[in-house]
């Protein structure tokens, strides 16, 4: 049964472990979904992540959201 898949959501994108970006990329590139993140980059690191990287600034996370990116300034 092939269902249609156009949009995921991810919250609490600063707490995404290195596997899941790899993993959100392969289903981006299988399904050709649109990928919406949100979270805030100033929290707590991720809990036992082997790579300590900046994921804020990162390629992966700009081809994930197509390079659309929106910051809020103020609440």
């Known amino acids: 049964m092939e269902t249609d898949l156009h ?5 609490e994108v600063s707490m995404l472990h290195s596997n899941f970006y790899k993993i959100l990329m392969i289903i981006k590139q299988l399904k050709n ?3 919406i993140m949100s979270g805030d980059f100033n929290q707590l690191d991720v809990v036992c992540d082997i790579q ?6 990162s390629s992966i996370l ?9 910051n809020l300034q103020t609440c």
């Open 62 to 70: 700009k081809q994930l959201c197509d390079y659309n990116n929106i």
């Open 7 to 11: 949009y995921i959501f991810v919250d």
């Open 52 to 57: 300590k990287y900046n994921y804020k600034n």
């Open 33 to 35: 979904c649109q990928i």
